[in-house]
């Protein structure tokens, strides 16, 4: 199938899916086995993860380096210091940030787009992803996943039952 881009370019469509605006992921998980499937699942998804640490320095210096994000998961408890310093340096440079943690930070408005529950399923990650990008296109949300909170403009969205 065949796909007309911005510039009226012909692009080849593969199996009807999309081309995604969220693409190249930051993943800043310090526990080893969540970050390993969290890596994985994007990855068999199609994403590509630039990155998987676990530590706040090596995060931001990635992001301070510039490197090419289009979102950053962040855990909020990290061994060496807190997800929202990562949250801060990626708002600077407005990438945006989904927190991934058992609680969501009382000041996590300011510097990410939403809040993902711990524990979540692969599912509701990926719901999570797509529900981020459609808000960053302005658009609503077609589902919003259970424990998903997004912010924006003062107000939130929620997928908590």
């Given at each position: 199938?065949?796909?007309e881009?911005?510039t ?42 630039v990155?998987?640490?676990d ?19 962040v855990d ?5 210091g ?19 943690t058992?609680a969501?930070p ?14 979540y ?11 981020i990008?459609?808000?960053v296109?302005?658009?609503?949300p077609?589902r919003m996943?259970?424990?998903l ?13």
């Open positions: 199938m065949w796909e881009d911005d009226g370019a012909k692009q080849v469509m593969l199996f009807g899916r999309k081309q995604r605006s969220i693409d190249k992921l930051l993943v800043v998980e310090d526990e080893p086995l969540v970050a390993f499937d969290t890596e994985h699942l994007l990855s068999e998804q199609g994403f590509t993860v990155a998987t640490v530590r706040v320095a090596d995060a931001v210096r990635l992001i301070e380096g510039g490197v090419a994000l289009d979102l950053v998961l909020v408890n990290l061994a060496d807190s997800g929202i310093d990562v949250a801060r340096a990626a708002s600077q440079r407005a990438i945006p940030v989904l927190f991934v058992g969501c009382v000041d996590a408005e300011g510097v990410a787009v939403g809040c993902l529950a711990k524990p399923t692969s599912r509701d990650l990926l719901a999570s992803i797509d529900a990008e459609s808000w296109e302005g658009r609503k077609a996943p259970g424990g909170r997004l912010f924006g403009g003062g107000s939130s969205m929620t997928g908590l039952t």
